[in-house]
């Protein structure tokens, strides 16, 4: 659906570690039609929303409880982020293949569907992780570095997005993305820390939202029309039963 050849540019997007800030960011992507996918780290949620433990430029940062991911991420994919984020070449390759199995399993259970996509935590992998990962079912796990052209990606186990959504030269990588047709970004919804970021990321949205040369497309979809020419695992495991 979104591999079609009609010269339009597809843009995906991503958000990390299922925080509470990620309420409203879907807000503004709903206001908008915007398609996104959400990384979860099924181990650190609790049945109703806690503090994550750490604060992000002295703001404390919230995970959503289960109570509320159902609702929340309505509408929208979910990603596999490790069952506890832990650095995945630093612990020992059974709790590594154990945090990406797992980790993808639950979600699977609880949202119902099929979890297609990895992110590494920190965005640090090496061999090993990304063997394990593909072993899991996955069909591609994002890394944290930009490239010009994301898609497709040498290794799907490597998935190099354009940038972050934060990233001084956001519109240049986006229009010169138009020459590779995808374009992929990605953030934590908790860097946006003040009604002018709020502001400004609504205006982003809108502006790709008017871009007639582009529409949104959800990233595991660019490896379903794509997993024959990309050597993809197969498919994994759907939720028809
Ligand atoms: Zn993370």
């Given at each position: 659906m979104v591999t079609e050849v009609t010269g339009m540019m597809t843009v995906v997007q991503c958000w990390d570690d299922g925080v509470t800030a990620d309420v409203r960011l879907i807000e503004i992507l709903r206001r908008h039609g915007a398609r996104a996918t959400f990384n979860l780290c099924a181990g650190l949620h609790e049945a109703e929303r806690k503090p994550a433990g750490w604060a992000y430029k002295e703001t404390e940062v919230w995970r959503l409880g289960w109570n509320e991911m159902r609702n929340v991420y309505d509408g929208f994919t979910i990603a596999n982020h490790?069952?506890?984020?832990?650095?995945?070449?630093?612990?020992s390759v059974d709790a590594a293949c154990r945090e990406i199995a797992e980790g993808r399993e639950r979600l699977q259970q609880f949202f119902?569907?099929?979890?297609p996509g990895f992110v590494y935590p920190f965005g640090s992998y090496n061999e090993t992780v990304m063997s394990a990962v593909r072993k899991a079912g996955h069909m591609y796990a994002r890394t944290t570095q930009s490239v010009g052209k994301p898609f497709p990606p040498e290794n799907p186990m490597a998935f190099h997005p354009s940038?972050?959504?934060?990233?001084?030269n956001f519109w240049s990588r986006y229009e010169k993305a138009k020459e590779c047709g995808v374009f992929y970004f990605w953030g934590h919804?908790?860097?946006?820390?003040?009604e002018p970021m709020w502001a400004a990321f609504e205006e982003m949205i809108a502006g790709i939202n008017a871009d007639p040369e582009t529409r949104w497309g959800n990233v595991a979809d660019l490896f379903d029309e794509a997993s024959d020419a990309l050597n993809v695992p197969d498919k994994p495991d759907t939720d028809d039963t």
């Open positions: 490790s069952l506890t984020h832990p650095r995945l070449e630093q612990i119902e569907q099929s979890v940038c972050h959504f934060l990233a001084a919804a908790y860097e946006l820390i003040s």
